[in-house]
Nanobody, 125 residues
């Protein structure tokens, strides 16, 4: 059974940093395209960043460029999102996802995409 578990969310002040982690079990981690999505109250789920299996392609939403960094460790079956200079508009539930479309300019999910349970990030003073 596939399981993705996020950690690292919480409350942070504007300008602060957080590092999200996603641990996987039950799937061949190293062949999957992985990513992070987020969903704020009343809004649709949006792609924040994605990374291909060999880390040769990474995508960042315009809102994340220059502030967020995605990385993966296939040996440890881990996915990370380093988030710096956080803003109040980054407040959302963040989801780890496996099995996505990922290019340098976009990311999207499918019906077969695997999801974590989500972790809340609140950016507020």
């Amino acid at each position: 059974q596939v399981q993705l578990v996020e950690s690292g969310g919480g409350l942070v002040q504007p300008g602060g940093s957080l590092r999200l982690s996603c641990a996987a079990s039950g799937l061949a981690w190293d062949i999957y395209v992985l990513g992070w999505f987020r969903q704020a109250p009343g809004k649709e789920r949006e792609g924040v960043s994605c990374i291909t299996s060999t880390s040769d392609v990474r995508y960042y939403a315009d809102s994340a460029k220059g502030r967020f960094t995605i990385s993966r460790d296939n040996a440890k079956k881990m996915l990370y999102l380093q988030m710096d200079n956080l803003r109040p508009e980054d407040t959302a539930v963040y989801y780890c996802a496996a099995n996505l479309w990922c290019s340098a300019t976009s990311t999207t999910y499918w019906a077969s995409t695997k999801w974590g349970q989500g972790t809340q990030i609140t950016v507020s003073s």
